[in-house]
């Protein structure tokens, strides 16, 4: 999401919801100011509503999950219009009755940040909350017989001094007020004109008269010993770090001023985080699985990279029963489950071509792609029939075809093959059979992620890769048919 200019000045937001049993809240919290905002000196205009989520924790969070939300000042300099507030309207998920109330958010705001629990006003639903406006103690006293002006009124209010009361009992001291403004700032406010050196010169008067001469001292004081330390011969006292309770040193380091870094104290640098040989960055409790150390594979067994790939659907040698079928029925579209163990820049997948006679090819078109979990298309390509090659080795080849370039994280996917051609001079696909005969695949059902091995389209009237629906019976179903794929 795009930060807003620098001179537009943004107060930030925040808020946490939680139920009676400390349990977060659901909903959102909406934000709405005037219909269209002008800022000529950015040359933008501000509109629409803001919408915040609540997160996990009940905390609001802005579009790109950040805690809180940046929000333009309601004074903001070079506005049109002005004089407004923002309309706050919260829809919490299973609390009746969404309150709505104004905010204003001052460029000033302490902190350059506000919770909305600090300035959200009580429950206007709560039967014992009435607001009832009422006269001025001055128009209360005039309504009972006093007669005169309000400042008369309010002199007549000052009785004689009382008698002084006892000295009250010392107070806890209070948090350290924000800084002040500098005198010269203040003079500046008041109407000085002019440099801070020119006020500083302003402040010197002209010298006064000498004053008398002041009487002579006696000579007589004595320094005796400063903590505990007695003067040399010389009358000097030196004092030492163990002289007035001081650190000499912190970890090794000494110095006025000591800065320990994270291997001074044994701890790994917040760089670390999610880096090689670093920690973890947990997401919900839990290590994300792009994080996860890859497997120690068994003796003798073959993995992806082995072949040059990031990942495939199964080992092809070890689970290969047929020669291989063509996977050109007039428009069928084919899933194949993949799961990818580690994050991939992904320009590549790729098929096991068993046998082609590409001279005497009778394929019309050739598609590949790779689709979400959930049946989204993340990359897919054009015609891409050129790029399969004339195979008649025994033991086929491993084609890999080029598709659009697309940041997978580690998750399953699904590579989509659709190949338009008739007769038997087309493609013969790697494939693989799961307890079945030996010229027929048996199909395997959805994992318990909901992942499915292998699936084909019960439409044959494909004519390129479109948007997949979530599949159902009457439309998809487990492949008879199960051919071999993987991701480059």
Known sequence: MAALPNEIPTV????????????????????TGPGLTTFAESDLFIAGPVVCTL?????????????????????S???????????????LTGISGARTYALILPKDTPNNSVDLADVAPADP?????VAVPGLSAYEVAVAEGFAGTEAEWLESLEGPMGPQGQRGETGATGERGDDGRSAYAVAVAEGFAGTEAEWLESLIGPEGPQGPAGADGTGAGTVTAVNSVEPDGSGNVTLTAASVGAVASVNGKTGQSVTLAAADVGALATSARGASNGVASLVS??????QLPPPTPLPGTWLPSDYGLSAWAYDLQANSRTPGDMPSEAGRLYFVGVPLREAKTVSQIAVHVMGYNKPSSTVTGAYFGIYSSSYAPLSRSGD?????????????????????????????????????????NVPYLAATNFAATSTVSGAAGASSSGVHRWLQSSSTAFTSLTNVGTPTAATWADGQTCYWAAIV
């Open 12 to 31: 930030r937001v925040t808020a946490t919801y939680r139920g009676w049993d400390g349990r977060a809240l659901r909903g959102t919290v909406t934000f």
């Open 55 to 75: 997160d996990e924790t009940g905390r609001i969070i802005d579009a790109d999950g950040n805690f809180g939300v940046r929000l333009p000042a309601t004074d």
């Open 77 to 91: 300099p070079d506005m049109n219009p002005t004089g407004w507030a923002y309309t706050v309207k919260e829809n």
């Open 125 to 129: 639903s709560t039967p014992t909350y």
């Open 285 to 290: 409790g839990k290590v994300p699985t792009g």
């Open 384 to 424: 891409v029939k050129a790029q399969l090659p004339e195979v008649h080795a025994t033991g086929g080849e491993i084609a890999r075809i080029t598709i659009p370039s697309v940041e997978l994280s580690a998750g399953h996917y699904y590579v989509a093959i659709l190949v338009k051609g008739t007769g038997t």
